[in-house]
């Protein structure tokens, strides 16, 4: 069930932010006029320092906040789990097997788990816990919660896939893992990402695009595209064009920070 | 990726380091019970000597001997009024249990309800039960009803304050996911907050429970026999006036026998609870 995607540039488009603003308690700047078309397929990294307002992005975009002023619109409408998001921490209930987790955008749905078996199964096996669906969360490792937290989100098979900072606690060993993980499980769906990370190498390694952002206002100030194809494997973070991205990314970066100085 | 915590069965003891750890265990397991038994029988000990000694008469202090045959000789007396406090204790802990859950969730649901009825519950709190008793007394005609009101009023605190913490204090990004989800507000209740509270709210039992008790008793006390029939306090109290002080230690003990087991009864309800996924149950290697 691999998917194909059209190559960037020629893929119709997902999402539309228009003129995205967001005023804290009357002063504080949180985004000033964020303009930004995600595309059906792309895997876009938000990248930048903290206070620039990449995760309030998020926020938005997932409705948890509404805009200052400006519009978000989804290019035919947004359905019932069209969206999934994936927190920095693993944000399961404790008191909950990890199937039950899973379960759950059904269940709030009103769906009962035997009408959505399938799915969860087959979402805890793209992950590769199907072996754990009756453990509880505290009996898994941190790498472990975070495989059922995107199971959660992807379970109800989402057009766009929101991930904010998703990796960022977790061990260098284990996030490798989970990127190698979360590239192939994309090639494999076939969903949208938009990514929140504070790490240059992480995004360069994930994303087709990633979205450099400032603070203090929270703003873009470079879009780039990392135009190498998919799939991208362990080789790939060591060559040179995966180097030569990663220096265009944190000089970006410098000049967000420098700015923000 | 490995499975964290789970305890291998039988494992064998290969070194003597392990070995010493396995016996000091041993030692803990068993001094756990004995420590404490090798107390009360030195305390006894000493007590009945000095009583016999002594010659204490059995009206001033009686022997732990005494106090021990009473408890069998009145028994005919002694079960039906632990019975009855018991049957108090327990009434007026179901329902603080009810009136506290059900308090707690109005309080989270609407901020006007608790703004408007939080500092009452606090005044009904502080107030010594023993002054508020004579007064229920007046003006419930059932002696039953006041002194389960009385004992109820003791109990309820603890639940509702410790299940409002708790309905509160759900993980937040959960509570984003449920409006991601578009979760409307009894989803919210049963499938996040009601979950989240459940280890509050039994902390919360453990200590309603050892209050109901105490209570009944000062229901017993102030209200006296007219509202539970003959209860274990009543009965206490009878004795005192009787200078039958190998009852009144007799009735004593088994009030306190009765709130070692309720809390005992407590805390096998909240580990049945929470074993399987909570924190405070987990079992860590040293």
């Not at chain 2, 009024?81 to 603080?96: D, K, P, Q, V």
Request: net charge neutral; glycine share 8%; aromatic share 10%.
């Amino acid at each position: 069930m691999t998917t194909t995607r059209a190559p960037l540039g020629q893929r119709p488009a997902l999402l539309d932010m228009a003129h995205i603003e967001k005023t804290f308690k009357g002063d504080v700047i949180a985004l000033r006029d964020l303009n930004l078309t995600v595309n059906q397929g792309d895997f876009v990294s938000l990248l930048g320092p903290s206070g620039c307002g990449k995760s309030t992005a998020l926020r938005l975009i997932s409705g948890l906040m509404q805009p200052t002023s400006g519009q978000i619109n989804w290019h035919g409408g947004q359905g019932d789990g069209d969206l999934g998001i994936v927190f920095q921490e693993p944000t399961l209930m404790p008191w909950a097997k990890v199937k039950d987790n899973v379960w759950l955008p059904f269940r709030l749905r009103g769906q009962t788990y035997a009408s959505v078996k399938d799915d969860v199964l087959e979402a805890l096996k793209l992950v590769g816990l199907e072996d754990f669906q009756n453990a509880y969360p505290r009996e898994l490792s941190g790498g472990m919660k975070m495989r059922v937290s995107i199971a959660r989100a992807l379970v109800t098979r989402p057009r766009l896939l929101l991930m904010d900072e998703p990796f960022a606690a977790l061990d260098e060993i284990t996030r490798h893992k989970l990127n190698n993980d979360l590239l192939a499980l994309r090639d494999k769906i076939g969903c949208t990402i938009i990514f929140v990370t504070h790490s240059v190498y992480e995004s360069v390694f994930l994303s087709d695009r990633i979205i450099v952002m400032a603070a203090r206002p929270g703003r873009v100030i470079r879009e780039m595209e990392v135009d190498a194809p998919y799939p991208r494997t362990e080789a790939f973070r060591t060559s040179a064009e995966y180097g030569g991205f990663a220096s265009q990314a944190s000089a970006a970066l410098h000049t967000a920070m420098g700015e923000a100085a | 990726m490995t499975v964290m915590d789970q305890q291998t069965p039988a494992a064998a003891i290969v070194d003597a380091e392990e070995e010493r750890r396995a016996r000091q265990k041993r030692v803990m397991a068993i001094a756990k019970w004995t420590l404490p038994s090798l107390v009360m029988v030195i305390v006894l000990g000493a007590w009945q000597a000095y009583v016999t000694i002594a010659e204490v008469p059995h009206y001033i202090l009686p022997s732990p001997l005494l106090i021990f045959t009473t408890i069998f000789a009145d028994w005919e007396l002694l079960w039906p009024a632990m019975m009855a406090t018991g049957r108090l204790t327990f009434l007026a802990l179901i329902m603080a249990v009810v009136g506290g859950l059900a308090i707690a969730v109005a309080f989270t649901q609407s901020k006007w309800v608790e703004m408007a009825m939080f500092p009452y519950a606090v005044i009904l709190q502080v107030t010594p039960v023993v002054a508020i008793a004579p007064l229920l007394q007046i003006y419930i005609d059932s002696a039953f009803l006041a002194a389960l009101l009385c004992a109820w009023i003791v109990a309820f605190f603890p639940i509702l304050s410790n299940t409002t913490i708790g309905l509160k204090s759900a993980d937040h990004n959960l509570e984003d996911l449920f409006t991601i989800y578009g979760a409307n507000r009894w989803q919210r209740l049963r499938f996040l907050q009601a979950p989240s509270a459940l280890p509050f709210f039994l902390g919360g039992l453990k200590i309603a429970g050892g209050l109901a008790l105490i209570g009944a008793v000062v229901a017993e006390f102030v209200i006296g026999r007219a509202g539970t029939g003959l209860g274990l306090a009543s009965t206490l109290l009878e004795a005192s006036y009787r200078f039958n002080f190998g009852r009144l230690y007799a009735a004593l003990i088994l009030i306190s026998v009765m709130g070692v087991a309720i809390f005992g009864l407590m805390s096998l309800i909240s580990y049945l609870c929470l074993f399987r996924w909570h924190e405070s149950t987990l079992k860590r290697e040293q």
